[in-house]
């Protein structure tokens, strides 16, 4: 899995170097942060709310990846795959946004588990960045989140830079751990470069919320090894000597090291799995290249969850000069 999501954000960037996607937001470093996180994910009855840097989780929930870079082609605002039936919310570029959307759908599951009597919980899982937390909007959504006892997790993937602002210049006390405890809501800091232990850690923390305890931070604590995004430089502010001091080990070579000491795997497996992960990548641009524009009526169904006359007659004639183009 941490094979497949690193082969194919590599590939996402060359797509938009060879100008296949017009933008991207890298996740090289933080492959364990997400597989982990986006393993303890039941897609049957938890919803997750990702930021526009989540294609690793996106990947491990089970999304399709043609559907899911569809966005960053930008050939339609909300890409192809169904948000409903994945239970992954579209991303988007508000910074912070999609975290007080995650605390009123878990309200939401709060609220339907009364009506019905139920005592398992959906969980809403609410990924952000550090420099996310820095936002008004987040700390509306743990007020809130925590007033209402909401079975929601708060994953924040410190990943140590906020664009160009290193952690300790944003976050004040250097953690965003540490400020659940003003909302009164238990968190966790966890090694986001160990898969096992954020998958561990999400795991816990899911169970406090779908038992109706309310809601859980957890802060997995890694490193951006790459760009903010494919327009971001980042020897603008720090320099590649500082990337090898900072960014640690390497996830991916920190897991199989332990797959190899475990006897679990060797080098001919690794290759294996390599070679699988370019063909896949590879299959995945095939499927980008393939599409096509979406047609522009589809707005009108979409866009408004409920139409108007105005709305209607607009629709009709969109349809109707559609047709004679």
Known sequence: ???????????????????????????????????????AVDTTRDFVFPTYREMGVAYTVGVNMVDYMSTHKAIWHGGLYDAVA????????VVGGSVLHAVGWAHGQ????????????????????????????????????????????????????????????????????????????????????????VLSATQRAVAHARAGLGPVVVEAMTYRRGPHSTSDDPGRYRTLD??????????LSRFRSMLLAGNVADAASFAEVDAQAQQQAD?????????SSRPGSEMFDFVFQESTPTLGAQARQWREESEHV
Do not use: C
């Open 110 to 197: 709060t609220l339907n588990a009364a009506s019905a009597a139920e005592t398992a919980l959906g969980v809403g899982l609410a990924f952000l960045g550090d420099g996310a937390s820095s936002q008004g909007d987040v700390h509306e959504a743990m007020n809130f989140a925590a007033i209402l006892r909401a079975p929601v997790v708060f994953f924040v993937q410190n990943n140590g830079w906020a664009i160009s602002v290193p952690t300790e210049q944003q976050v004040a006390g250097g953690s965003v751990a540490a400020r659940a405890a003003g909302y009164g809501i238990p968190a966790v800091r966890v090694d986001g470069n160990d898969v096992l232990a």
């Open 242 to 251: 500082d990337e090898k001091i900072d960014g640690g080990e390497d996830p």
């Open 86 to 93: 994945t239970h992954f919310a579209p991303f988007q570029a």
């Open 1 to 39: 899995m941490l094979s497949n999501v690193r082969q194919l954000d590599a590939a996402a960037v060359a797509w938009q170097r060879q100008g296949l996607i017009p933008g991207y937001a890298p996740m090289l470093g933080q492959e364990a942060a997400q597989v982990g996180a986006g393993a």
């Open 283 to 291: 299959e995945i641009r095939d499927g980008v290249v393939a599409l």
